[in-house]
């Protein structure tokens, strides 16, 4: 491996690195971040369904706590735990015999 491609490969990893460790990331880095397309980005924050914050009024920033909050929230039940929950909601919604 010549220098240029090793100084390259290090530079992007200090650059992976630094955003893991930045508290807010402006709207590319979230887009990185997430894996979420720019357009798609743009329709969320439109819409305002995911947590932002506009302080000029037009360069959008990101919490990262928030957006790993928002990324997080909704999570599929594996069928373990519907199985382990079945019992319970069974007995707590028995229709009453008339």
């Known amino acids: 491996m010549d220098d240029l491609k090793l100084s390259e490969r290090l530079e992007r990893i200090e ?4 955003k893991a460790t930045k508290k807010v990331l402006n709207f590319d880095e ?5 894996g ?3 357009s798609y980005m743009y329709k969320l924050t439109s819409s305002r369904v995911i947590p932002h914050s506009k302080p000029t009024g037009k360069i959008i ?13 909704r ?8 199985e ?5 909601y069974i007995l707590n919604n028995k229709k009453k015999k008339a």
């Open 15 to 18: 650059r992976i690195l630094f």
């Open 30 to 34: 979230a887009c990185d971040y997430t």
């Open 36 to 38: 979420i397309s720019r």
């Open 61 to 73: 920033f990101f919490d990262r706590e928030k957006l790993d909050e928002w990324l997080l929230k």
């Open 75 to 82: 999570p599929t039940l594996t069928m373990e735990d519907i």
């Open 84 to 88: 382990r929950q079945a019992p319970n």
